[in-house]
């Protein structure tokens, strides 16, 4: 009985306590902490990958585009080589011999125009020695007769030829034996013989300026030249056929008997080409050799 009523009055306590006391009270919610991303620095040795540092891009150097070459000039195309012949008679009595400067590597008409011109200058060399035949005793009053054509190439590398031919011979029955020189000089890139007035300017009194300078150099040589032989040496075109174009200067070749006697032997004058400077043509072909 006892037990009964202290429940009744434990449930009455209760309730007036709920009366005096709100509900929301008694359950008061729970505070909710959103946590919030914030990035550390990564530190050496905290667990975790670390975020990798690249290196800078290395210096990269553009390559230029390729600059398409420039064909190979015709001379560099080319080689000069030594075509040789001989033939020999009986009546009359005669050795031959020719060596004859020409171009291959090339069917270039410039090429084959050098070619022919050599072979023609030999060819009219050789006619002129077997034209002296009927002059010749059929049966030899010597050795019989000798005739012999070789060459050089005097000009610098590079578009200008410039050959010199010498010729030994002995017609049978003469006193001695005799030399003579030809030039071919030709310019590979127009493929035209060179004259000698196309390497002055138009107006330039270029033989007198020659003559000049051959005659004060030959007079310095003990030769006889101021015995007679002047005239070998005096401005006229006659006189300076033979020429050619080498490093150092303008080479002219004078034959036997021209500027001295047969004694003496043939003679050659190089003019500088400073002596030829106010007169030379800017666009000839010495423009293309004088450095």
């Known amino acids: 009985m006892k037990s009964k009523l202290a429940l009744v009055i434990f449930a009455l306590l209760f309730q007036l306590a709920c009366v005096s ?3 929301p009270a008694l359950f008061a919610p729970t505070e909710t ?3 919030t991303s914030t990035s550390a620095p990564a530190l050496s040795g905290a667990e ?3 975020t990798p540092t690249l290196p800078p891009p290395p210096d990269v150097t ?5 600059t398409p070459l420039s064909p190979p000039r015709l001379f560099q195309q080319v080689t000069l080589t030594a075509e040789s012949y001989s033939e020999s008679g009986e009546a009359p009595v005669y050795s031959l011999e020719t060596i004859t400067p020409l171009l291959e590597g090339s069917d270039d008409p410039r090429v084959l125009e050098f070619n022919r011109q050599a072979v023609a200058l030999v060819e009219g060399l050789v006619a002129e020695f077997k034209a002296g035949f009927e002059y010749l005793s059929e049966q030899p009053l010597a050795m019989g007769s000798f005739y012999q054509v070789t060459y050089l190439q005097l000009a610098p590398p590079g578009d200008i030829l410039s050959i010199q031919f010498s010729v030994d011979a002995y017609a049978d029955g003469a006193a001695h034996p005799y030399h003579l020189t030809r030039t071919l000089n030709f310019d590979l890139e127009t493929g035209q013989v060179l004259s000698l007035d196309s390497l002055f300017l138009p107006d330039a009194d270029y033989l007198t300026v020659l003559s000049d300078y051959c005659k004060a150099e030959l007079a310095t040589r003990e030769i006889g030249f101021e015995s007679g032989f002047q ?3 005096d401005p006229l075109p ?3 056929l033979n020429w050619n174009l080498t490093y150092d200067g303008l080479l002219i070749t004078f034959d036997e008997y021209q500027v001295a006697p047969y004694a003496a032997g043939m ?3 190089l003019v500088p080409y400073a002596a030829l400077e106010t007169i030379i043509a800017p666009d000839g072909a010495l423009a293309k050799i004088i450095p």
């Open 21 to 23: 006391v709100p509900i």
């Open 231 to 233: 005239s070998g040496a």
């Open 33 to 35: 902490v959103i946590p």
């Open 238 to 240: 006659e006189n300076y």
């Open 267 to 269: 003679q050659q004058v």
């Open 62 to 66: 553009p390559i230029p585009s390729e």
């Open 48 to 50: 975790g990958p670390a």
